[in-house]
């Protein structure tokens, strides 16, 4: 690292950089996924391939503490003790990153590309990911980033924005529950809830800040996507505690049924959180027998 900083000051911004992805990504990331996160800046509406940074150079600029697995194309630290030294340093050398991060993700998902919401068919969902190298990554990590900093004064326009435009939501919301679980799953891509708004989307990542926000901003607590869920739905099924409060106290139902008539504290009970159980019957969650 010391060698690292020693560089001129664009080469050791780029390193920096590079390292904190590496480190704080919450799966490996591809040479090509990598390329385009480091090529995004905030306020980007689209993508200037002509400036995207070359996998050689990043090899160079870190000095010996990344490789790339050529079978996999996964790029990496050299060991699994470098990545342990730069989690367990992470304050030291990359306090800013995840903040960095999410909103790199969130300005990929605001693409102008994107405002015409989800695709209508499997090819066509498979090139924009294509296309769009980092969007899958960015679509289903967003908000596990954002959930580990504060959203920064200066940042909270640029989430507003993503999450309060309904195409932006249904093209990440796309990307984010649809798989293609075998190889001849045909229209998997249609396979997730439509209608699903910001406040959704926040709560299934238990980004209590942006929920805050939108709920500030007059988003409907008790909106339902297409299935009939509400946000206090998917927030008690992914365990997000502190969320349910926020969105109890804004004055959600608790008792709303979805399409299968599941309500909140099914979704709790099912997932095996046993406190949001308890939390949502001293709410008055009726017992249906």
């Known amino acids: 690292m010391e060698r690292i900083n020693k560089q ?33 800046e905030p306020g980007d509406s689209e993508l200037d391939e002509g400036d995207l940074t070359k996998v050689g150079d990043v090899v160079v600029v870190c000095a010996g503490l990344v490789t790339v697995d050529e079978e996999s194309d996964i790029i990496r630290l050299v060991h699994y003790t470098t990545q342990e030294y730069f989690q367990k340093t992470q304050a030291r050398w990359f306090p800013t990153a995840e903040q960095d991060i999410s909103t790199i993700c969130i300005t990929c998902l605001s693409f102008s590309e994107f405002e015409t919401g989800p695709c209508e068919t499997d090819d066509n969902f498979e090139q924009r990911l294509q296309n769009n190298p980092l969007y899958d990554y960015a679509a289903r990590n967003w908000g596990r980033h954002a959930r580990q900093t504060a959203i920064s004064p200066e940042e909270v326009d640029r989430f507003l924005m993503f999450l309060t435009s309904p195409t932006l939501i249904e093209a990440s919301s796309q990307a984010l529950l649809v798989a293609k679980r075998w190889s001849g799953h045909s229209n998997y891509s249609q396979e997730f809830p439509r209608g699903m708004t910001g406040v959704h989307v926040a709560v299934y990542f238990g980004v209590g800040e942006a929920v805050a926000e939108l709920l500030a901003a007059g988003a409907d607590v008790n909106a339902k996507e297409d299935h009939g869920g509400t946000p206090l739905h998917g927030a008690s099924g992914n365990g997000h505690d502190s969320v349910v409060q926020q969105l109890l106290a804004a004055g959600a139902d608790v008792n709303a049924k979805a399409n299968d008539g599941e309500t909140p504290l099914h979704g709790a009970s099912s997932s095996g959180h046993d406190r949001l159980v308890q939390q949502l019957l001293q709410a008055g969650t009726k017992m249906v027998v």
Request: proline share 6%; glycine share 0%.
């Open 8 to 40: 001129e000051p664009s080469h050791r911004e780029l390193a920096n950089q590079v390292l904190s992805w590496i480190t704080c990504a919450r799966r490996p990331l591809t040479t090509t996924e990598l390329s385009h996160a480091l090529t995004v």
